[in-house]
């Protein structure tokens, strides 16, 4: 699979305080490959790394040192061709407050050089897949912030970019509009067929929209995956609860494939498994065939957010693991 993205050994660091005489490492030796036509996300506490990595792929910062090839073109010697081929959006939308919706992405259409007939059916064709006709002469200061990020969204598709950089898509965003968001991106992506790396807080958003996510901690990569591999990973998956009469066996249980761990618990039986809803009729199977009568079977999910912060604790699975 040819790669859009290739970082190899990229630090950076700030400095800080009076002259300069604190140097903050922000970024130690990162390295990154991105397939294209994928999503991948990048997600890490505050402080991480997360965005001064996104502008040093974006070819925004240049970093310390390091190598960064994005769509095969070198990003420290030809920045400016890769400009002409990526984007970016960020979740704090900023555009030129006086303008309405359509006098911005015309705005941009320009700058990005789009001219005549070919900017005028671009912009139309922007508001109307991101939803923004019946707000397209409304001036950006009174756009509420979800039709801000619409905006941005839409502005970051003006050059039909075959890579898309977007810093905290959804941040700020209600629940019910950030799902919206979320289906635009992910539907953008599959009509263009263009690779995206997003930086997210939000564990949801990262394992509903990503191929593969990493896990940037204090400047460093400490794990890189699939979200059912990072569960995996550090043993988290879902939970299977069996009520039952008779004998169970956990020595038995443990042996069946895709099972993580299992407990008993006078009649209630806990087993946690990588994926739940494929794995429960052959536990159902195990457990009937060793003469236990089963009662009750309810199926629980965990998510993200348990790895999340399993990698953000420092825990014994912060090993810089790649799945």
């Not at 756009?143 to 898309?164: E, F, H, V, Y």
């Not at 009750?296 to 825990?315: H, P, Y």
């Amino acid at each position: 699979m040819a790669l859009a993205i290739r970082a190899e050994g990229i630090y950076k660091s700030f400095r800080s305080g009076w002259w300069g005489q604190r140097r903050k490492e922000v970024l130690k030796g990162v390295d990154l490959q991105v397939e294209q036509g994928e999503i991948f996300g990048i997600l890490g506490p505050n402080g991480a790394g997360k965005t001064t990595l996104l502008s040093i792929l974006s070819t925004l910062l240049f970093p310390d040192r390091g190598k960064v090839e994005i769509l095969g073109i070198d990003g420290l010697r030809d920045g400016h061709r890769i400009r002409e081929k990526v984007n970016i959006s960020s979740g704090n939308a900023n555009f030129l407050w006086s303008l309405s919706v359509r006098e911005n992405l015309h705005f941009y259409g320009m700058l990005y050089g789009l001219t005549g007939k070919a900017r005028e059916e671009k912009v139309k064709a922007l508001i109307e897949f991101f939803d923004l006709k019946g707000h397209e002469h409304v001036p950006f200061d009174r756009l509420s912030t979800g039709m801000k990020q619409r905006l941005s969204l839409a502005k970051s598709m003006l050059n039909d970019p075959q890579m898309l950089f977007l810093d905290e898509p959804t941040v700020g965003l209600d629940p019910e509009v950030s799902v919206r968001i979320r289906e635009k991106i992910r539907s953008a992506q599959r009509e263009n067929g263009m690779t995206i790396l997003l930086t997210t807080h939000n564990m949801r958003e990262a394992e509903s929209l990503c191929d593969r996510i990493a896990f940037l901690k204090e400047g460093e990569i400490v794990a890189l995956g699939s979200a059912g591999a990072l569960k995996r990973m550090v043993r988290i998956g879902d939970v299977v609860r069996i009520e039952f009469n008779g004998p169970i066996s956990c020595d038995q249980i443990i042996r069946a494939e895709g099972v993580i761990n299992c407990s008993i618990s006078g009649d209630l039986c806990e087993i946690i498994v990588d994926e739940g809803e494929s794995r429960l009729a052959s536990l159902i199977a195990i457990i009937s065939q060793g003469g236990a009568q089963i009662k009750r079977v309810s199926l629980g999910q965990t998510d993200l957010e348990d790895v999340f912060i399993e990698f953000a604790k420092g825990t014994d699975s912060d090993m810089g693991l790649r799945i």
